[in-house]
């Protein structure tokens, strides 16, 4: 099972408290009536999914019920950093452990 730490909360919960909620930092067009089909569909459906690192949104549906992000490793689907949703997004090679 896993440990997701709510940073609203400050504890590590198990992953049955939290729900995923797609991949964080997307920003909405400013003028979606100006986009073409095919470009309102890839903001609405395409998103990465890489191998590695990843920053993800998630909320604390069973607690606080408010949405935060995390960054998670997903080859060993680990997470190394949840923080605040409006925060800015921490630096992986801090904590990934990489030189820059």
């Known amino acids: 099972m896993l440990l997701i730490h709510c940073p609203y909360c400050e504890q590590d919960l198990p992953e049955l408290e939290f729900a995923y909620?797609?991949?964080?930092?997307?920003?909405?067009?400013?003028?979606?009536?100006a986009l073409s089909d095919e470009e309102w569909r890839d903001f609405?459906?395409?998103?990465?999914?890489?191998?590695?690192?990843?920053?993800?949104?998630?909320?604390?549906?069973?607690?606080?019920a408010r949405f935060f992000n995390a960054v998670r490793e997903?080859?060993?689907?680990?997470?190394?950093?949840?923080?605040?949703?409006g925060a800015p997004r921490p630096d992986?090679?801090?904590?990934?452990?990489?030189?820059k």
């Open 44 to 64: 609405l459906f395409v998103r990465a999914n890489p191998k590695g690192v990843h920053f993800e949104r998630w909320r604390h549906v069973n607690g606080c």
């Open 74 to 85: 997903t080859v060993g689907d680990k997470f190394l950093a949840t923080y605040k949703a």
């Open 92 to 99: 992986v090679a801090s904590l990934t452990g990489e030189a």
């Open 21 to 33: 909620a797609g991949e964080a930092h997307v920003s909405r067009p400013a003028d979606p009536s």
